[in-house]
């Protein structure tokens, strides 16, 4: 099975990707495809082309975990600065868990 070049990957995306994200995204693409064989698959389980969709499905997933934890970090920020207001003081709009009561 030949190696797998970014661009591939990129054309599939429809845009670029950093060395790191196609690194760890193939990296992750070898260890399913390797499980998927492994689990009585057809060899075509194998094939290239198989690898390359793998990677570009990694790279998705990859970016959108990263972006949803940064959008819940973010939330969880700006949930902290509203929650007191000038004084030191709960707001009245703050937002608490039943077990916070």
Do not use: W
């Amino acid at each position: 099975m030949g190696e797998i070049r970014k661009e591939e990957v990129q054309e599939l995306l429809g845009s670029g990707i950093s060395d790191e994200q196609f690194e760890e995204a193939l990296g992750c693409a070898r260890r399913k495809q390797q499980y998927i064989y492994s689990r009585g698959a057809e060899p075509a389980a194998l094939q290239r082309r198989y690898l390359v969709k793998l990677t570009e499905e990694y790279v998705r997933s990859n970016a959108l975990s990263r972006f949803t934890v940064s959008l819940c970090r973010t939330l969880s920020d700006m949930e902290k600065e509203h929650q007191f207001n000038e004084h030191g003081a709960l707001s009245d709009d703050h937002i608490l868990a039943d077990s916070a009561l």
